[in-house]
């Protein structure tokens, strides 16, 4: 299960919610059962967005959510060789040969070696980085929800040079929840919310 990203369910120009995926979904299914033509009178279909990324993503929620769940959620993680308790899972990868070669040489063997490799890339990756692929992923979202508003090429000027006033500014008169939605996470560095759901913003749409 995808227990690091958030994701974001829009309808039209409402944000209905903000969570993780089985949280986003649980609460799709819910709304469309419930509701099955709830967007057909609004401004646009359920557009679903990974936060962290910035890419739109598409269910099914035809089903019981069982269903969907299984068909959307990724498998879980299988436990193999290694140090479950640590909380070490067994994944396939694929490498050239060359590259098993050397990880057989390394110290501890090819999965220590693996791990030493990610820690010390993770730790490499400087702070700008991290900025910079947040405010992609928000450019993302902000083409495909916003492209058409009043404002929006300046808008997307400022958001790239970092400009929160121009931005601000750029955004005046656009719907709340999309103007919401691109200063949280252009201007917060993101917390981990893997355990958070987010509901408020469905009454502007869902009875």
Not at 39 to 63: I, K, P, Y
Not at 120 to 140: F, L, M, P
Request: proline letters at 5%.
């Amino acid at each position: 299960m995808d227990t690091t990203s958030t994701y974001s369910a829009f309808c039209g120009s409402n944000r209905l919610i903000t969570g993780t995926l089985e949280c986003v979904l649980r609460e799709m299914k819910r709304l469309f059962d419930k509701h099955p033509g709830e967007c057909a009178n609004n401004d646009g279909a359920v557009l679903v967005f990974n936060d962290q990324l910035g890419q739109q993503v598409d269910f099914d929620l035809r089903g019981p959510i069982e269903e969907v769940l299984r068909k959307a959620l990724p498998a879980p993680a299988q436990v193999g060789p290694g140090r479950p308790r640590l909380g070490v899972v067994a994944r396939e990868i694929t490498l050239l040969p060359r590259h098993w070669k050397w990880l057989e040489r390394q110290p501890n063997g090819a999965s220590a070696a693996l791990r030493r490799l990610v820690e010390r890339a993770s730790k490499d990756e400087t702070s700008e980085q991290t900025v910079r692929a947040r405010i992609e992923a928000v450019g993302r979202v902000m083409t495909v929800v916003a492209g058409n508003l009043p404002g929006f090429e300046e808008a997307c000027r400022a958001l790239y040079r970092r400009d929160l006033a121009s931005l601000t500014q750029n955004m005046e008169g656009w719907p709340p929840d999309i103007r919401t939605y691109i200063l949280e996470h252009a201007t917060v560095e993101q917390n981990d919310e893997s355990g958070r759901c987010d509901t408020s913003h469905q009454s502007n749409s869902a009875g």
